[in-house]
């Protein structure tokens, strides 16, 4: 079979991954939330203890009328979801999940990751605009400013990553590293004090705590949900949504969270290596319980204000990102 044949059954595979993946997240984010809150969750839906939920809120939102507002820019108000929900989608194309087991292993898989998951800024811009209303547009405005000031950790924190392994490619990101995967590489205390200075240095795990905080901003998560927060402006840019347009928005967040969570596990614990277990299972795992640590965040920390996030990200995670790229670049050179 040619390559060209195998892109139509790809495309399928990777479309029922995702949809089970956000299924699955959406289940644990209910069931969590309600033992967090003391409570026993869905039950009913599905019989064995509502595991049938994620179906019922996928078939809810059908049944609801689809409202254009009057005075909305009707095109780009029904394309705004579609492109909030595409690349979401499109970044599980590179994402290997053991070896040789990828949709497309390419040589530049981190720099596409990071260029796609940027795209949600727009279809924010796009639904905040079109919808023609102050709320929508002023929720929108500071989405994107927060997506913008967090974006800038994620790219420093995965160019560390790039920097210690030395190329851009996930699988071989993967195969450079070694255990204990967060705080590789250990270089060691040599070429004297330059080398106990920077050799000693975590970088890895200093690179995981920038990427990880500047992750919970991205997808407008608690404990940087103030865009779409229900104290705020109502929710943000998606005010004027109803419907299966409403849920394209939530179904390319959650989205997001698994493949951050995947993009985790690969850049910073070692994606499918480890012992006994099938790597896929491996990765899986890893995978399971980032989503996990998502959902726990999200319901158990305190929201920021405004100006905290913004001064988080200029005034402590963007220095610290730098200064991090840099100090792998000097330890580069000294360890060669």
């Known amino acids: 079979m040619t390559h060209w044949a195998l892109i139509p059954i790809q495309s399928v595979v990777i479309l029922v991954a995702v949809l089970l993946s956000t299924g699955v997240l959406l289940y644990a984010l209910l069931k969590i939330h309600s033992r967090i809150m003391n409570r026993v969750g ?35 108000f029904k394309i705004a979801p579609l492109i909030a929900l ?11 999940i ?17 260029a796609i998951s940027a795209l949600s800024a727009i279809a924010i811009v796009m639904a905040a605009y079109a919808s023609a209303s102050k709320f929508t547009l002023v929720g929108g405005l500071r989405a994107v400013g927060q997506i913008i000031a967090y974006e800038l950790p994620i790219v420093l924190g995965a160019v ?62 608690n404990p940087f949900d103030m865009p779409a927060a229900e104290s705020e402006i109502i929710t943000g840019p998606y005010t004027e949504y109803s419907g299966m347009r409403f ?22 614990f070692g994606g499918w290596r480890g012992p006994i277990l099938p790597p896929v299972l491996w990765f899986l795992i890893k995978v399971s319980v980032f989503g996990v640590f998502f959902i726990w965040v999200r319901f158990t ?25 840099l100090g792998v670049a000097i330890t580069k050179v000294i360890n060669k």
Request: charged share 10%; aromatic share 14%.
């Open 42 to 76: 869905p039950m009913y839906a599905g019989r064995f203890h509502g595991v049938g939920q994620p179906i019922a809120e996928f078939l809810k939102p059908i049944q609801k009328e689809d409202i254009v507002p009057t005075l909305a820019d009707a095109p780009v």
């Open 86 to 96: 595409i690349p979401a989608f499109l970044v599980f194309a590179v994402i290997p």
């Open 98 to 114: 053991a070896p040789g087991l990828v949709g497309a292993n390419i040589d530049l898989g981190l720099f596409y990751v990071l």
């Open 160 to 221: 560390t990553i790039a920097m210690i392994a030395e190329t851009l490619s996930l699988s071989k990101i993967v195969d450079a590293q070694s255990f204990p995967f967060v705080v590789w590489p250990y270089w060691g205390p040599h070429h004297g004090i330059a080398g106990w200075i920077f050799g000693l240095v975590p970088w890895g795990a200093i690179a995981f705590g920038m990427f990880m905080l500047a992750s919970f901003a991205e997808v407008m998560w």
């Open 247 to 268: 849920i394209f928005f939530y179904m390319s967040e959650f989205a997001h969270v698994v493949a951050l969570s995947a993009i985790a596990s690969l850049l910073f």
């Open 301 to 325: 920390m305190p929201r920021l204000r405004e100006d905290q996030l913004q001064k988080l990200a200029w005034k402590l995670l963007i220095p610290l990102g730098l200064l991090t790229v």
